[in-house]
């Protein structure tokens, strides 16, 4: 069975950013899955995705919320796969506290917390990845040719400082 990243996100609202997480992934031939499911307004379908995810072949999840930013650690407390949360600004305080949220783990119960909004959907695609890429070959071409591609990205660009 293909591994496949399970994306969660706690709203509607969410997917603008959180589908920044599919597009990267599917640009490097990563399967992935993706459900609304909120920490506070569907608490049991939160749990229930989290524990069965192994189950059906997930071994990455991502979660993305905004505001008082439960999903990841409410996740990673029902799932002992790797958990990485994308804090989304979704209030006044524009992703500080979902940041913080989402960050703040005690330990015991990790949380790989990525940067606010698309920086970090993107970059949690490309952790899932990597971690995946050490089992998975063709991820792992996969993941080197997206740093190939960045870096010839720069370099192609042209200097606007020169003549
Ligand atoms: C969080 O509250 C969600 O992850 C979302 O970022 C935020 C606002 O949700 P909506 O009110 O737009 O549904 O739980």
Do not use: F, Y
């Amino acid at each position: 069975m293909d591994p496949k990243v399970l994306i969660l996100m706690g709203s509607d609202s969410d997917w603008e950013v959180m589908s920044e997480v599919r597009k990267a992934l599917e640009e490097m031939g990563v399967g992935c899955e993706v459900h609304v499911s909120s920490a506070h307004r569907t608490p049991e379908r939160t749990g229930k995705l989290a524990r069965e995810a192994a189950g059906r072949g997930i071994r990455v999840i991502v979660c993305g919320a905004g505001a008082a930013a439960h999903l990841a650690g409410v996740v990673a407390a029902e799932s002992e796969l790797p958990v990485l949360g994308v804090p989304l600004a979704a209030s006044d305080l524009k992703g500080l506290d979902a940041l913080l949220a989402t960050a703040q783990m005690p330990a015991g119960v990790p949380v790989g917390t990525l940067a606010i909004g698309k920086a970090g959907a993107v970059n949690a695609a490309l952790l899932a990845a990597a971690i995946l890429a050490l089992k998975h070959p063709a991820i792992a071409a996969a993941v080197q040719h997206d740093r190939e591609e960045r870096v010839r990205s720069v370099l192609e660009h042209p200097d606007p400082r020169e003549p």
